[in-house]
């Protein structure tokens, strides 16, 4: 199973980009990456996910490295409420065709006004 | 506005008690997942459903807890007897498999349980 590597905090001034790296060395070629965000106090939310190439929703941006070793997510321009922590998170497959996400100790990106 | 909900929202019981936390996944979706999030071991998958029989349940302790679902409309997690330790945020997730992967799971709001 790939395992992940992001920086615990990253700080942002308000309106500026931000860029949240994720090592994932050990993904296999098949593997989506995905992200997702917890708010304080709120269940975690879906952001994006991706394989290969760039992504791009209203949410953020998905930059994928050629060699898929790494990725990064951009928030375009970080407002207050995107002060969350973020996680980078590969699958784990198991028995019985099972598919989990696992969530690691993700970044917390916080944002100043 | 589709939205998994939870309920209750907190709970606060004594050691030995048993508890039943609930689940609406939204309408439609087929595949519900039971986390568990403390500060110490963050977020813990502990079981996941796909049309209302159970996937994995390999991240749950066997001899207390019990996940089911009685219907589409209903998830339940049960825990007999509780302990201290079961103190955390339990989450449910819904989704929609494609090509048997749910990339996009929604949240519910939690259960937050203080077991004392």
């Known amino acids: 199973d790939a395992k992940t590597t992001q920086p615990n905090s990253m700080e942002s001034n308000e309106e500026e980009p931000v860029h949240l790296p994720c090592n994932h060395s050990?993904?296999?070629?098949?593997?989506?990456i995905h992200w997702y965000r917890q708010l304080p106090s709120q269940g975690p939310e879906y952001v994006i996910h991706?394989?290969?190439s760039n992504v791009n929703n209203r949410m953020a941006s998905l930059a994928i490295a050629e060699d898929r070793k790494s990725s990064t997510l951009i928030l375009h321009r970080a407002t207050l409420r995107d002060a969350a922590v973020y996680y980078c998170i590969p699958p784990i497959y198991s028995g019985a065709g099972s598919y989990q996400l696992t969530f690691g100790k993700g970044t917390k990106l916080s944002v100043i006004p | 506005d589709a939205r998994v909900t939870q309920t209750p929202r907190h709970k606060v019981t004594e050691m030995g008690q048993e508890v039943t936390m609930r689940c609406q996944p939204i309408l439609g979706h087929n595949t519900v997942f039971w986390y568990r999030q403390t500060m110490m071991q963050g977020l813990e998958l502990l079981a996941y459903f796909r049309n209302r029989a159970p996937l994995d349940d390999s991240g749950m302790p066997k001899d207390r807890f019990s996940a089911e679902m009685p219907d589409a409309t209903l998830a339940t997690l049960k825990i007999q007897p509780s302990e201290p330790r079961d103190s955390a945020v339990y989450f449910c997730?819904?989704?929609?498999?494609?090509?048997?992967?749910?990339?996009?799971?929604?949240f519910g709001p939690g259960t937050r349980l203080t077991v004392l």
């Open positions: 991706g394989l290969t």
């Open positions: 050990t993904i296999s070629g098949t593997d989506y």
């Open positions: 997730a819904s989704g929609l498999p494609r090509n048997s992967r749910v990339e996009e799971q929604f």
